[in-house]
């Protein structure tokens, strides 16, 4: 079946230091979602990518999708603690109606 | 204020017992989702339903039902088959199909 595949599983930073995390899939994907869950919460859609090579920013998040639609990265700057939490990638194929969710990766940021 | 609620918060669940968790969202959105997660994993999806009255599996049916009687509504029962119930259960729902998803706060199933 259809998998998104999320690394790395856990990353450990000191504040300030930048932070990455990768997705990848099998198939080409559609569109590409990111979600931030704080620990003991809910997830929370991050942003949408959906065109080729398309990067998107917010403040210090900066989202990339692959040309060849098939793998996407979150990047954050200058981590805050306040950026703590588990990130999910997660992807839908075309024809489909299933957003597949990665793993994730939980990030901790020590002050 | 829009949004999703999911009730109880928490949930204990006896042996051979069935357990229903409620979902109502007041988005209007047309589609809603049940997924599961457990510790260090992703979600995996249960059910989905993309109008009333239609719904279907998703990667992890065995055990679960779900009715969509109302658009507002997509309960989700956890049945006896179910013989690894614990986890934290997050209901969705979006717009339509490959949109945003909108999460409530979850309900967290224990067994007794």
């Known amino acids: 079946g259809q998998q998104v595949m999320q690394i790395p599983q856990y990353q450990h930073v000191q504040e300030g230091e930048d932070f990455t995390t990768y997705c990848n899939s099998s198939?080409?994907?559609?569109?590409i979602q990111w979600y931030k869950q704080r620990p003991g919460g809910h997830p929370v859609f991050l942003i949408q990518l959906v065109k080729s090579g398309e990067v998107k920013k917010q403040k210090r998040l900066t989202f990339q999708f692959g040309e060849a639609k098939k793998n996407s990265s979150l990047h954050i700057t200058a981590t805050q603690t306040t950026d703590v939490g588990t990130y999910f990638c997660a992807g839908d194929y075309t024809g489909g109606f299933k957003t597949i969710f990665g793993a994730g990766t939980r990030l901790f940021v020590k002050a | 204020d829009g949004g999703i609620t999911q009730s109880p918060k928490y949930l204990f669940r006896k042996e051979g017992q069935n357990v229903t968790l409620s979902c109502e969202q007041n988005l209007n959105h047309d589609a809603m989702y049940w997924y599961r997660q457990d510790p260090g994993q992703g979600l995996r999806l249960i059910y989905y339903?993309?109008?009333?009255?239609?719904?279907q599996k998703g990667d992890i049916a065995e055990g679960y039902s779900v009715s969509r009687e109302k658009k507002e509504s997509f309960p989700l029962t956890v049945t006896s088959a179910q013989k690894n119930p614990t986890a934290f259960y997050l209901c969705?729902?979006?717009?339509?199909?490959?949109?945003?998803?909108?999460f409530g706060s979850g309900t967290q199933l224990s067994v007794l």
């Open positions: 969705a729902s979006s717009t339509r199909g490959a949109e945003k998803l909108f």
């Open positions: 198939t080409t994907l559609s569109n």
């Open positions: 339903s993309q109008i009333v009255n239609d719904f």
